[in-house]
């Protein structure tokens, strides 16, 4: 879809119902809950790893710090560098599979929403040729989200609306550049702030809520309910033509 078209259907997009897009969200997530738990598990397996490569130097200079503090003198400000340098790369890696995940679990979404039988590609944005444009991205979210930070904590509150719409726009419009992504989202998400955040809070508590009542393990099945109200809100915002339909359900390698 072309950017002035899509830009186009934001500025003109009519008045959403918070109650039909909760109704619908939750219809949608009993079709695709399995693909989520999967996205889910997927992506705690990638950030476990990051865990325990920041924790277990930080445990070792600890106990270093407390047995041998002379040496410890000596050695602490090398090994902080290196978990310094290390974490921002591992920080970056995890950001751009996580990105790849998210983005190619809307297009499963999708996928169920029109009830096409196809193959679910949750590395669909991690293999070629969009890696290189989800590595652009990544960076590009990770430096908003940085700035926002620098800025103080409300201005994290408001990117988080448009900056999870980044990865609702990317799913369906790789073909925009980096930067028009962000633009969009930014446009999606100032439109429609307010219903955005409200149903993804409603959502997230209702996510935890049955999560915990399921004897906690539980929330790793309903976490993924959070991100479909955007999807609905995407759809209802932007929709999608004709030759989208038809490009997904001819793609058998999604």
């Known amino acids: 879809m072309l950017l002035a078209e899509i830009q186009h259907k934001i500025q003109h997009a009519n008045h959403l119902d918070f109650g039909q897009i909760f109704s619908e969200s939750i219809e949608l997530f009993k079709k695709v809950w399995i693909q989520g738990l999967i996205t889910v598990l997927l992506s705690l397996g990638f950030s476990i790893p990051f865990t325990f490569t920041i924790t277990i130097p930080m445990s070792f200079l600890g106990i270093l710090s407390e047995n041998h503090p002379s040496m410890a003198n000596n050695i602490v400000p090398l090994i902080l560098l290196i978990v310094v340098l290390v974490s921002f790369v591992l920080v970056v890696g995890l950001t751009i599979v996580l990105l790849g995940l998210k983005a190619a679990f809307y297009r499963i ?110 929330i790793f099945a309903t976490a993924s309910f959070v991100s479909i109200p955007l999807y609905v809100i995407y759809k209802q915002v932007i929709g999608f033509d004709t030759s989208e339909i038809v490009k997904f359900d001819n793609n058998k390698n999604l």
Do not use: H
């Open 109 to 218: 979404i999708f996928q169920y929403d029109l009830d096409m039988k196809v193959k679910e590609d949750y590395f669909y944005f991690l293999k070629r040729p969009y890696l290189s444009k989800t590595i652009a991205l990544s960076f590009s979210y990770l430096g908003i989200i940085l700035l926002a930070t620098l800025l103080c904590y409300f201005p994290v509150i408001y990117v988080m609306v448009p900056m999870n719409f980044l990865f609702v726009i990317y799913a369906f419009n790789p073909e925009l550049t980096v930067s028009n992504l962000v633009k969009v989202s930014f446009e999606l998400g100032n439109k429609k702030w307010f219903i955005t955040f409200g149903l993804t809070l409603v959502a997230g508590i209702l996510a935890q809520t049955i999560g915990f009542m399921m004897c906690f393990v539980g």
